[in-house]
């Protein structure tokens, strides 16, 4: 019985060592190698893939794909095929290969002035109201919270600040409570509000800070030249009181001019100075305020001098560790390219906000501004002539680096199908 127990030890030792060691067999290690998916774009770099000796040969599957040699491949058009490897005459593995068709955006780096309308007018804060029972904030007893947007009164909808007053009074002179309809998150909700007579200013007032616009700066991304679409700063506009998103109703941008730079240093973000008029011309929409940036129509051309020619893009798993350039402005409206380098880069199969780690090289741009700074948000990255994504966020504690979103998820968000061949094809 002992002996028989030693046997089975032994064996499991051998077959666990087996197990373990198999994967730094060459072979091995050549056959794990091969993706079970390649997806790529027409008229870039052939299709490679790793080879596996003499004796194993790889073949299309059709006649959309082309042998160069026998680990590279030329895909004729767009669609979905696949690579087979054979041993003998044998499959022994399938590679699924997406041809995307190409699709090739504008690069943008220049600074932008963004002013964003709410959907509704939203609640920034409460104050106190001084009436004949003492003081309060009529909104914060109906339940009002900051971060709430009002989108009617009295079935009324309300776009603007302006809109409020009338109701205010009329329901206050004639004794009435106003109807609310409020957003909260994904929520609708029906409140009550009575307005009360403040002794002060000898008007009827609700104990709400409410606002209907917000603007700041930052930096376009990119724009697709036949549809005219855009996609700027990489991230979400939060309202500065709430720190929500901000649901906007509309928008627009408009050109902007960097005055200044405030450097940053490690605990506190640097910040870029700009002015923009709101009378101006705008240079387009604004559509959707998301994760990923802020997304229109450009209504006007709008040039950076540097990358005025439609380029390429990048998918997440195409982008590579190691240097690459930003678009970015300084000074004055003059698009600048600085380099930097790509820290990390995380393929990724789903929308995901934060993609790359960069690290800003160029000297130059070090000394301007100490790194990344706000208004920033948005430079484009390039590498080996490609489009791969845009600045987002600054580490506070070293300004140099920062996280970076991969531009296949802010072509996604403006529209852009760049699956829509593939889609089509399936």
């Known amino acids: 019985m002992k002996h028989t127990n030693k046997i089975r030890i032994l064996t499991g030792i051998l077959l666990l060592f087996i197990i373990t060691a198999v994967p730094f067999f060459t072979p091995v290690k050549q056959y794990l190698s091969i993706p079970d998916e390649i997806v790529t774009f027409m008229n870039q770099a052939p299709i490679k893939v790793p080879a596996l000796g003499d004796d194993v040969t790889v073949n299309a599957a059709d006649e959309t794909v082309q042998a160069i040699d026998p680990s590279e491949f030329y895909a004729k058009e767009p669609g979905n095929s696949q690579l087979v490897y054979e041993a003998a005459g044998f499959p022994i593995k399938k590679v699924n290969l997406n041809v995307l068709d190409d699709i090739k955006v504008i690069p943008g780096g220049q600074s932008i002035g963004v002013q964003l309308h709410t959907l509704g007018v939203l609640v920034v804060g409460h104050h106190l109201v001084k009436g004949e029972n003492g003081s309060k904030s009529p909104g914060e007893s109906a339940d009002i919270k900051v971060g709430d947007v009002i989108l009617k009164i009295n079935g009324k909808p309300i776009k ?28 609708t909700i029906e409140t009550t ?25 930052g930096t376009m991304t990119f724009y697709e030249p036949k549809s005219k679409k855009y996609g700027a700063l990489g991230h979400v506009i939060s309202d500065m009181d709430t720190q929500k998103p901000i649901q906007i109703h509309n928008g627009k941008i408009l050109q902007s001019n960097v005055t200044s730079i405030e450097k940053g240093n490690s605990g506190t973000p640097g910040e ?27 209504t006007k051309p709008i040039k950076n001098d540097a990358y005025d020619k439609p380029m390429p893009i990048a998918l997440s798993h195409q982008v590579k560790e190691g240097p690459a350039k930003i678009l970015t402005v300084v000074d004055g409206e003059k698009v600048e390219e600085f380099d930097v380098e790509i820290v990390s880069s995380v393929p990724q199969k789903y929308p995901a ?50 996280y970076g979103v991969h531009i296949e998820w802010m072509l996604q968000e403006a529209g852009i199908n760049i699956y829509e061949e593939q889609e089509k094809a399936s």
Not at 201 to 210: F, V
């Open 193 to 217: 509000l009575n307005p009360v007579m403040d002794e002060k200013t000898n008007e009827y007032r609700i104990g709400l800070y409410i606002r209907d616009s917000a603007a700041g700066i």
């Open 160 to 187: 603007e600040m302006a809109e409020v007053k009338p109701y205010v009074e009329k329901a206050g002179k004639n004794h009435q409570p106003l109807e609310v309809t409020l957003k909260r998150g994904k929520e």
């Open 353 to 402: 906000t934060k993609g790359m780690i960069i690290q800003i090289t160029d000297p130059k741009l070090l000394k301007k501004t100490g790194g990344i700074v706000q208004g920033m948000s948005g430079s484009p990255i390039i590498q080996d002539g490609k489009v791969v994504g845009a600045v987002t966020h600054v580490f506070v504690n070293d300004p140099t680096s920062g």
């Open 272 to 298: 870029k100075q700009a002015e923009f008029s709101v009378k101006d011309d705008k240079l387009g929409t604004i559509t959707k305020n998301s994760p990923f940036g802020i997304f229109g129509e450009l």
